[in-house]
């Protein structure tokens, strides 16, 4: 089940299943994690989905596909795609892994 909880300030990928983005942009995205594969499929509200490979990284979580790349550090994420600009996003709601 979905929190809408406080999402806690040290946020780590781990231990979610998902996670769903609000960003300065507009977009709306949901991180689906694979983490046996160590990885994370992003999709846009249009459907609209990209597979991403995990990075070792001190200090953040990073996932990246050609120029696709999802950063995180806490409750902010930075998400970058080849064609469009980059954006900042806030986490407003997770899925904890069951």
């Not at 929190?3 to 299943?17: F, G, H, V």
């Not at 769903?20 to 994690?33: P, W």
């Amino acid at each position: 089940m979905p929190t809408t909880a406080a999402i806690p300030a040290n946020l780590n990928p781990s231990k979610y299943a998902e996670w769903f983005l609000s960003c300065q942009d507009g977009q709306r995205l949901t991180v689906m994690f694979d983490h046996p594969r160590n990885m994370a499929t992003v999709r846009r509200s249009d459907g609209l989905a990209f597979d991403l490979v995990r990075r070792p990284t001190s200090g953040a979580y990073t996932y990246t596909s050609g120029g696709n790349e999802l950063k995180s550090e806490g409750q902010t994420v930075a998400w970058r795609t080849e064609r469009l600009n980059d954006t900042h996003c806030e986490i407003y709601e997770t899925k904890p892994v069951a």
